[in-house]
C-alpha cells in the first residue's frame, strides 16, 4: 500500500535532516584529526625525521643499485652501455664491480648526507662525527680494543665461512694476490669503510642524538646489523656490539675516526688473515 504523499514528505525531511547532522558533526571530529596531526608534526625533530627516512631511502638505493647485473641490464642499449660492462667484467678479477659497489655506497653513506647538512641544514659536518680532536685516554681504549679483536679475528679465519667470504676481491687470471691489485682494493675499501662510519656513527648517531640521547647508538645499531645478513652469523651477531660500541665512541667523543680506524684494521686483517688461511698469502 502506498504512503500518502505527506508522510512521505515528512520521512524525505527526516533523511535530510539526519544527513545534515552527520555532515555537521562529521566536520568538528575532521578538523580534531586535522588538528592532531598539525600537533604532532610541530612536535617533531625535523632533523631527526629527515636523518631517517634519507636512511630508509639510501640504504634501498643501495641494495638495489649494488646489483651489477641488472645495472648493466638497466644501461644496455644506452650511451652508459660501456659501464655497464665494465662493471660485470671479471675476466681479470672482480676489482670493477667491487668498485661499482663503493662508488654506489660512497653516494648514499656520504654525499646525500653531506649535501643535507651542508644545504638543507646548513650546519657543520665537524658536528657530526668529523672533528678531529681525539679526547684524551681514548687512544688507549683502541689499542685495547684492538688487541682484544686481532685474536678473534685470527680464530674467525680458521672457520670455512669466513674464507668463503672474505676477501670480497677474486683473482681469476693467476696473478699473486700480494700485488698492485690488491693494494688497489684495500684503498678502495678504505673508502667504503669511511663512507659507512660518517652515514652510521656520524650523520645516523649526531642527527638523533638531540632528540633521542644515547638511544641513538641503539636506533643506528639496527640498520647496521642489517646490512651484515648474508655474512658469517658470527660476524652478524658481533656487528650488533660493534655497532653499540663504535656508535658510543662518536657519541661520547664527537669523532668517527677511532672508530674508522678500529674498524679498518680488523678488516685489513681480515683480509690478510683469510687470503692466509686459503693459502693465497705467498
Not at 168 to 194: A, H, M
Not at 230 to 246: D, R, V
Request: overall charge positive; aromatic content about 16%; glycine content about 8%.
Amino acid at each position: 500500500m502506498q504512503k500518502p504523499a505527506c508522510e512521505q514528505g515528512r520521512n524525505i525531511q527526516l533523511e535530510h535532516y539526519a544527513l545534515a547532522h552527520t555532515q555537521a558533526s562529521a566536520r568538528p571530529r575532521m578538523l580534531e584529526i586535522l588538528e592532531h596531526i598539525r600537533r604532532d608534526v610541530a612536535a617533531l625533530d625535523r632533523k631527526a625525521v629527515v636523518a631517517l627516512v634519507y636512511a630508509a631511502f639510501g640504504l634501498a638505493c643501495i641494495y638495489y643499485l649494488k646489483d651489477t647485473a641488472a645495472v648493466a641490464g638497466f644501461l644496455s642499449g644506452t650511451q652508459l652501455e660501456p659501464l655497464g660492462r665494465w662493471i660485470t667484467d671479471s675476466h681479470a678479477n672482480n676489482l670493477p664491480g667491487l668498485t661499482w659497489w663503493v662508488a654506489v655506497v660512497s653516494v648514499f653513506y656520504f654525499v646525500g648526507p653531506f649535501l643535507i647538512i651542508k644545504l638543507g641544514w646548513h650546519g657543520n659536518v665537524r658536528d657530526f662525527g668529523l672533528r678531529l680532536r681525539i679526547e684524551p685516554g681514548f687512544w688507549k681504549l683502541f689499542a685495547a680494543c684492538t688487541a682484544v679483536m686481532l685474536p678473534l679475528v685470527y680464530l674467525m679465519s680458521l672457520t670455512s665461512g669466513f674464507t668463503a667470504k672474505y676477501p670480497f676481491l677474486r683473482i681469476f687470471n693467476g696473478e699473486p694476490y700480494i700485488g698492485r691489485t690488491l693494494l688497489i682494493w684495500e684503498l678502495i675499501y678504505f673508502v667504503q669503510f669511511f663512507g659507512l662510519e660518517f652515514f652510521f656513527r656520524g650523520f645516523l648517531v649526531h642527527s638523533l642524538k638531540r632528540s633521542l640521547g644515547l638511544y641513538s647508538i641503539f636506533v643506528m645499531t639496527v640498520p647496521y646489523c642489517m646490512i651484515h645478513f648474508g655474512k658469517p652469523p658470527a660476524e652478524t651477531m658481533a656487528a650488533i656490539a660493534a655497532g653499540i660500541f663504535l656508535g658510543w665512541l662518536s657519541y661520547r667523543n664527537g669523532s668517527i675516526w677511532l672508530g674508522l680506524a678500529l674498524h679498518c684494521t680488523v678488516a685489513f686483517s681480515m683480509d690478510i688473515l683469510a687470503l692466509h688461511a686459503k693459502g693465497l698469502l705467498f
